[in-house]
């Protein structure tokens, strides 16, 4: 079974990080939610989420993927953080996905991982970064290579379905996407 690490920072955007969870273990995928800090993480609209797990303890295991919700400050904390940083250089020499969504790409972009890439972001999040050999795209989601990156909220769901296909087919997206009902 594919598993995934979701880092939670404080003022993570509340409907990514809950639809990317979601999602996932709907598709029957294994997902770790891991606090920077320990205890209760509290979300950009006020959600607090008690993670399965403080970071720290979650790096001992390999992930298949990482996944990072935007939202502020919480991609700033994400951005700022050695071992978060560590982690996304680590999954790219190890040939495994990185994800982000709506500010969370400006992790990616810190890692070097957007070098020579297409990505997209939040409206202005990559315009103001030195990404010379980057295309900065519009589309709801980009994959390119193992890299995948998302809008913001409004997409979501397409992205987190994206993911779902890259660890567990489209069949399995497909069938997630039914129960869905959109």
């Known amino acids: 079974m594919p598993s995934v690490l979701v880092p939670l920072a404080h003022g993570f955007e509340d409907l990514e990080a809950v ?8 598709a029957g995928i294994a997902v770790v939610t891991a606090g920077l800090e320990p205890g209760l ?15 720290d303890d979650a790096l001992a295991q390999d ?31 190890a040939g495994k996905h990185t994800a982000a969504i ?29 990404l010379p050999t980057t295309t900065k795209r519009g589309d709801a989601v980009v994959v390119d290579g193992k890299v995948v990156t998302s809008r913001g909220p409004g997409t ?4 987190a379905l ?10 399995k997206r497909d069938q997630v996407e039914a129960g869905l009902v959109r």
């Open 41 to 55: 993480v509290l979300g950009s609209r006020g959600t607090r989420i008690q993670p399965d797990a403080t970071l």
């Open 19 to 26: 639809t990317i969870v979601d999602l996932l273990r709907r």
């Open 102 to 130: 709506c500010a969370a790409p400006m992790a990616l972009a810190a890692a070097g991982l957007l070098d020579g890439r297409r990505a997209t972001a939040y409206p202005g999040v990559l315009d103001g970064l030195d």
């Open 63 to 93: 992930y298949d993927l990482v996944a990072l919700p935007g939202g502020l400050p919480g991609a700033d904390h994400l951005r700022d953080d050695a071992r978060i940083q560590a982690l996304l250089k680590k999954m790219a020499a």
């Open 162 to 171: 994206t993911l779902v296909e890259l660890l567990a087919g489209r069949d």
């Open 156 to 159: 979501a769901m397409d992205f």
